[in-house]
């Protein structure tokens, strides 16, 4: 479960430090989301540390007692929180945890609107924006 994690992890803090499209299917509203995130403050790199410190004590905790690798199907809980981070217009539980543990603000504008992560046993999946297809992040053995 550490590689997923890692990957998790390292996935939303890229997120929360880069340029990030804010696609929820309207151009109009699109266009208002993005130009309302890009005049936010950025995180500092010790907020995106402590960010990415936090998450992964929070999805450690969390996945501990729902990881079963030996699972005939590795996707069985994946909607469980902790499997499961999502942005709709603002960030899961667990997502905003771990921004307000790093002190950061505006973290409901910061992260990419529309986005849905799947943490799996072998497999990190996530999807940013409306309609937007999976992504692979991490895959045991690739």
Same mark, same amino acid.
């Given at each position: 479960?550490?590689?997923?994690?890692?990957?998790?992890?390292?996935?939303?803090?890229?997120?929360?430090?880069?340029?990030?499209?804010?696609?929820?299917?309207?151009?109009?509203?699109?266009?208002?989301?993005?130009?309302?995130?890009?005049?936010?403050? &950025?995180?500092?790199?010790?907020?995106?540390?402590?960010?990415?410190?936090?998450?992964?004590?929070?999805?450690?905790?969390?996945?501990?007692?729902?990881?079963? &690798?030996?699972?005939?199907?590795?996707?069985?809980?994946?909607?469980?929180?902790?499997?499961?981070?999502?942005?709709?217009?603002?960030?899961?539980?667990?997502?905003?945890?771990?921004?307000?543990?790093?002190?950061?603000?505006?973290?409901?504008?910061?992260?990419?609107?529309?986005?849905?992560?799947?943490?799996?046993?072998?497999?990190?999946?996530?999807?940013?924006?409306?309609?937007?297809?999976?992504?692979?992040?991490?895959?045991?053995?690739?």
């Amino acid at each position: 479960m550490n590689k997923e994690i890692e990957a998790a992890v390292g996935w939303w803090k890229q997120a929360l430090s880069s340029f990030v499209f804010q696609d929820n299917g309207d151009p109009l509203q699109t266009a208002m989301a993005t130009w309302r995130r890009d005049r936010q403050p &950025k995180p500092t790199p010790q907020q995106l540390d402590d960010f990415a410190s936090a998450m992964t004590a929070l999805l450690t905790a969390s996945l501990r007692d729902g990881w079963d &690798k030996a699972k005939a199907d590795p996707n069985w809980g994946c909607a469980t929180e902790g499997r499961s981070l999502y942005v709709d217009y603002g960030p899961s539980g667990i997502l905003l945890m771990a921004a307000e543990m790093a002190g950061i603000r505006y973290g409901t504008t910061l992260f990419p609107i529309k986005t849905s992560m799947h943490i799996n046993p072998g497999k990190v999946t996530a999807k940013q924006g409306y309609g937007a297809p999976d992504k692979v992040i991490y895959e045991e053995g690739k």
